[in-house]
């Protein structure tokens, strides 16, 4: 009950175990044609260019950035936490120049000084944010900014780490033109991949570049044959054959489960916790309008020695919870309930745990 | 029998389905110790950058071009092969100067000729080349390349996809700088790990550099202190804890066998297929001398269709052999005799079945 890995279910883990088939096997071709239209029906989009990305969600995110962004351009990028700041250094690297908007840690990007920093540069030409920011658990109105991204003719691209399957996301609705997610989260596949979707506009900017992608492994140009439907699956990376069987598993569980179903039994599951930390003492560090419910922050308790509590719930306990991460390092403690993690069984273990880590 | 991923083990396929616990919990660091000691053996190197990247083998080799080669810079790169090749288009996307040096496809790569390319660049910095091409089954004289590039003050950059586990390779002794393979080859692992290893030479380059490292995923400057044995191990991206297992499994597989042992076997399997091969009329790419045992490039017999063959050895067999790559596309088939996949039943098997496809 981390912030991810989350916990994988036995149907998953048995998955992995298939025996490996070679990555250009008719078989196994025809099992990525159904995680491609799996994914598509998680991200809620009819994106043609929907894959898995052989790589962790960092690989992803450095995938829309590269293959989108050329040196020069600028970005509005809006930080609230970690991965905010991480999305500065991919843009930088690349010789573009980011404009950030900053938003308090633990609060939502603030919609109001994103529409100013797009009127204060009007040569901006993608608008990047942070859906669910795994560091403080805050929730941002993707659907509001990426519509300010289209009214100023600029492309979005959304960080859906951690709320792909979680919470609602609808990346056709909404508009969004790149997103990136990790295998690891609200999937509870095993980490190591990252779900990967860019609009036919996004596609068309790829195809257009003036300049080359800077990374071989992360052009997504040379990877659109491998994962097209049509004509010969050109050779690109062996595709990490085992992980996708997992991933495959984990997304026709969710499909089975339907996807607003588990939006809403993340919902259910936060209440239960949220309710028993609070006869706890516990406090939220996000207000609860702005609150994940797959990822808890939450303020350590006065007297309560970090490391010692989290120490005493995985070695009593078998139960993982999070560390705080930058700025909230040694502050807070995050509450994962994601995925097959999200079940009333671990709620209710998480408190007694919880309670008596306390009281040792 | 592909030209990899090679046949997986049962012992490394249960390892892969172990439930996937967190990638900062103390169980799973003190495997990465474990992993990164096994990898240290199989490279035959005391390395203390010895590690496992999160990505498959491409990626592997674009960490080592990025991280130690700067733009303006000169690189020799040898193409004897489709993975040369790919060498050259890493450094080119970095702003790099690539001189290449060609040797005929299916052959080694020619060492004088690589001395001439030298001394006609003094002032390149790096040597690369593949020590077993994937593409063709030819083997290249790592040991001499690399003394080359020492003598001429050069970094060596090699490319040990194939040969890591199967062939002789001893990364100390040889004075290889930087070295990536990937877990899907000798190693008998599930795809989507690259082994990699830096000397110390390499690491002062990389912690010297003028220049950050375009890539913030392949930064390895980030990475070292999560791999370190000493201190905190600060997060850099979620490991791929599951695949993880499998390869600590099969890297413990190897040094229960002994590397001289693995390189020994291998060499044995191909003895037996080759002279098979022979019987049957099939004649080999590559010249006896500069053969891979693990990587058999056999020219397709007269009248066989390429395609017919391949997908009768799979649907009657469950067998599958290689198509040709790049030049030798429709040409050659590439047979494999792996890893796990490098057993006495295996041979016996692939023989009769191709002498039963061939009499189709």
Request: with cysteine.
């Amino acid at each position: 009950m981390g912030p991810g890995p989350s916990d994988v279910s036995p149907e998953v883990l048995a998955a992995l175990s298939r025996p490996t088939i070679g990555h250009l096997d008719p078989l196994f071709v025809g099992m990525m044609d159904e995680v491609k239209a799996l994914l598509q029906y998680a991200f809620q989009t009819k994106n043609e260019f929907t894959i898995a990305l052989s790589a962790p969600g960092s690989a992803g995110m450095e995938a829309c950035f590269v293959n989108l962004v050329e040196a020069g351009q600028k970005v509005i990028v809006c930080r609230n936490g970690v991965f905010g700041d991480r999305m500065i250094q991919n843009v930088t690297r690349i010789g573009a120049e980011a404009i950030v908007v900053d938003s308090p840690w633990g609060r939502a990007v603030e919609v109001d000084k994103v529409e100013q920093a797009l009127i204060d540069n009007p040569d901006a030409k993608f608008v990047a944010f942070v859906h669910a920011e795994t560091s403080t658990g805050a929730v941002s109105d993707a659907k509001a900014l990426c519509a300010l991204a289209q009214k100023h003719d600029c492309l979005s691209i959304v960080d859906a780490v951690t709320s792909l399957g979680g919470i609602e996301l609808k990346v056709d609705d909404w508009g969004i033109d790149a997103i990136y997610s990790g295998s690891q989260k609200c999937l509870s596949c095993v980490p190591g991949l990252s779900p990967l979707s860019f609009s036919d506009k996004a596609v068309n900017v790829i195809k257009n570049r003036k300049t080359v992608v800077q990374s071989w492994f992360l052009d997504q140009s040379l990877v659109m044959s491998y994962w097209s439907g049509e004509g010969k699956r050109s050779y690109h990376h062996t595709a990490p054959v085992n992980s996708l069987y997992g991933l495959h598993e984990s997304l026709v569980q969710l499909h089975n489960e339907g996807i607003e179903n588990s939006w809403a039994r993340h919902q259910k599951q936060h209440d239960a916790l949220a309710k028993g930390l609070e006869k706890l003492g516990i406090k939220f560090i996000v207000p609860k309008e702005e609150r994940l419910p797959q990822l808890n922050a939450i303020y350590i308790p006065d007297g309560a020695d970090d490391a010692k509590v989290r120490d005493y719930l995985l070695n009593h306990y078998n139960l993982e919870i999070g560390a705080g991460l930058g700025e909230l390092a040694g502050k807070a403690w995050r509450i994962g309930t994601m995925g097959y993690g999200a079940r009333s069984e671990n709620i209710a273990l998480c408190l007694s745990a919880l309670e008596d880590a306390l009281n040792q």
